[in-house]
């Protein structure tokens, strides 16, 4: 039954609807995504829901709420997101759901049509450029489901996702806001640009949402999560796109020193570098500018040498002055360290 499964959720305990995946999706015939495990026939819907918030902080939303939502194009501009667990094997899913589907979708000219369009251009990038990397950096998409949850929700349309985990915009004001946890981040950012794909979707705080780390899987220690060695995914691909020609000069690390107006070389590398305060801290030793005029010069003398290569080479040299200055700095852990934790996270 690969392409239908029952779904139970909690709250509703005399319900189950049986979802299909959608397989002829108007103008994306073409598609296709993962195939659901094997022993993915039935799932449970855990409650609370959530959704996002104005300020990209996760909040909880009772079935009420959902069962409502879609009936009016004012309110509920945000996805409603659900954990749920596969009942035979406990692993676990993302399900972002549009309730009411057919009266949501009905109008092309309304917001929520918008939140809908979101949706499946984040399904449709998903298919034609990140089947490769699913599961390593980004989470595995399994397509697109409807279930008919008759005079509950209507019909419910729900993209199916690998569970990956916490928002950086909620661990952020928690005790795993850790340099270690902010390179990981970074490190995964600069993975998709090196594979060429600009996520386009890292302007503000807010926009940190869209970074997760799986702080509850299993088998991690607390000093792991605290150490950057959970897995760190990208979600919500809706603004992004392929192709990317990285000209980033700088690495994701923690620069030390102020950086205004001064070229990175990509828009979003950049905004990562503020968002993570990694170029704020004035009066230290390390300098950005450094770094910068280090890629320029060895760029000179290396004429035919790929981007890519040449911001490996930096690292490099970036983590052999950070390992000997480590003993007399201030606390700050080291770059030196970082290779150990990403690979200890993939
Ligand atoms: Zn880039």
Known sequence: MANALWVCIEGLPDERYLARKWEKIPKHEELAFKAIPPDLTSMILSTPLFSNAADGRR??????????????????LELVFAQAKCAATSNRFCLRMIFNAEQATSDVRSKRYRVYNNLMNDAVFHAAHLASIEGLYVPRHYGMWIMDTGKWAGKVLFSLNQWCGVSWRELSFTKFNTEANKVLIG?????????????????????????????????????????????????????????????????????????????????????????????????????????????????????????????????????????STSNSDDGVPTAGTDSSRRSGAA
Not at 70 to 76: C, I, Q, R, V
């Open 59 to 76: 909040e909880e939303v009772n079935l009420d709420y959902a069962q409502a939502w879609g009936l009016n194009d004012e309110d509920n």
């Open 187 to 323: 490190r995964s950012f600069e993975a998709l640009h090196d594979l060429g794909i600009d996520h386009g979707g890292l302007r503000n705080r807010e926009d940190l949402r869209h970074a997760l780390i799986d702080v509850d899987a299993p088998g991690l220690s607390q000093a792991d999560l605290l150490n950057g060695r959970a897995r760190c995914y990208i979600v919500d691909f809706s603004d992004a796109h392929a192709n990317h020609l990285c000209t980033r000069k700088l690495p994701i690390l923690p620069h030390h020193t102020f950086l205004w107006n001064t070229p990175v070389g990509c828009a979003e590398i950049s905004g990562a570098l503020f968002l993570f305060g990694f170029v704020q801290c004035p009066n230290a030793e390390t300098s950005a500018s450094e770094a910068l005029e280090w890629h320029t010069e060895y760029s000179k003398s290396h004429p035919n040498m790929k981007n890519s290569d040449i911001l490996m080479a930096q690292r490099e040299n970036d983590d052999e002055k950070t390992v």
